[in-house]
Nanobody, 114 residues
């Protein structure tokens, strides 16, 4: 069992920035592929960004060029740097760890005001 704890969400104006963090309770963090998902009210959960064990990243089209995902294996932590935020980025953001099975964090709210 892996516990994931997200932090860094909050309220920000359109055009602003936030950095989300997700720390995992495992001693084999480097063996997990990690991802950020988000779910807006009334919508399905969607993939935002993912990072492989080797550090390769991929992003959903709506966030390309604005969001950057990174990982620090020494700290068991992944980050999501979100710049040029838009009201449509408003959602609960969830951290995901995958290695055979999926583990999820509790989510952190991001609200972007216009």
């Amino acid at each position: 069992q892996v516990q994931l704890v997200e932090s860094g969400g909050g309220l920000v104006q359109s055009g602003g920035s936030l950095r989300l963090s997700c720390t995992a309770s495992t001693n084999i963090f480097s063996a997990y592929a990690m991802a950020w998902y988000r779910q807006a009210p009334g919508k399905q959960r969607e993939l935002v960004a993912a990072i492989s064990r080797g550090g390769n990243t991929n992003y959903a089209d709506p966030v390309k060029g604005r969001f950057t995902m990174s990982r620090d294996n020494a700290k068991n932590t992944v980050y999501l740097q979100m710049n040029s935020l838009k009201p449509e980025d408003t959602a609960v953001y969830y951290c995901n760890a995958r290695r055979v099975v999926d583990f999820w964090g509790q989510g952190t709210q991001v609200t972007v005001s216009s």
